[in-house]
């Protein structure tokens, strides 16, 4: 099956500075590729996604870019704030499967 | 819509007790997963299903832990007996029908599960 990792288990930042968590995925079938987020006690909620015929992808402060070759997919926090503060799930999914494996997360400080 | 409701939000039993957790998906979802999440493990997909049919239980721990869905809005998750490393947050989430692989999981606020 998907073996997905993450890294950093935990980053911390300077509130304004950028943030960058990676993740690499292991079936060279998956195309589906989703970054949840999950602040202290919630539950997780995508915050961004992309599939496999496209490179990058941006909403706001948020991008997602995916290297199918070497398989990994990263997520990019500019300006971060103090909200920005969570735990960081990828995950991927295989285009024929509905279930995603997520990676093991990250903890996302933004220090003030 | 009130999302994925899960109950009991809490749940704090003796080991060899039997557990029972609670699910509601959203409504027209065609399919729903049970996650567990632990800090050693993560987020790990136990089952899931689609139109009321399991269709992967491969995640399931063993066979103290058992899921149905008799309809399309609701589905329980049991572990008889429960033991102490069966604690955790047990997550359910759903997902509307659709050409995968591009459908958004929308998770319930989880329920936090104690085995003493």
């Known amino acids: 099956g998907e073996n997905v990792e993450q890294h950093p288990s935990t980053l911390s930042v300077q509130e304004g500075d950028s943030a960058v968590i990676k993740c690499t995925y292991s079936?060279?079938?998956?195309?589906?590729f989703p970054w949840y987020k999950q602040e202290l006690g919630k539950r997780p909620q995508l915050i961004i996604d992309?599939?496999?015929?496209?490179g990058e992808k941006k909403d706001q402060r948020i991008a997602v870019t995916l290297n199918k070759t070497a398989k990994h997919f990263s997520l990019h926090i500019t300006e971060t704030q103090p909200e920005d503060s969570a735990v960081y799930f990828c995950?991927?999914?295989?285009?024929?499967?509905?279930?995603?494996?997520f990676g093991s997360g990250t903890q996302l400080t933004v220090l003030p | 819509d009130a999302g994925v409701i899960q109950s009991p939000r809490h749940e704090v039993t003796e080991m060899g007790q039997e557990v029972t957790l609670r699910c509601k998906p959203i409504?027209?979802?065609?399919?729903l997963f049970w996650y567990r999440q632990t800090m050693m493990r993560g987020l790990e997909l136990l089952i899931y299903?689609?139109?009321?049919?399991?269709?992967?239980d491969s995640g399931m721990p063993e066979d103290r832990f058992s899921a149905k869905m008799p309809n399309a809005s609701f589905s329980t998750l049991k572990i008889q007996p429960s033991e102490p490393r069966d604690s955790a947050v047990y997550f359910c989430?759903?997902?509307?029908?659709?050409?995968?692989?591009?459908?958004?999981?929308?998770f319930g606020s989880g329920t936090q599960l104690s085995v003493l």
């Open positions: 992309i599939r496999s015929n496209v």
């Open positions: 989430a759903s997902s509307p029908r659709g050409r995968a692989p591009n459908e958004k999981l929308f």
């Open positions: 995950a991927a999914r295989r285009g024929t499967a509905r279930q995603l494996t």
């Open positions: 299903f689609n139109n009321n049919v399991p269709i992967d």
């Open positions: 079936d060279s079938a998956s195309n589906y």
């Open positions: 409504s027209g979802h065609d399919y």
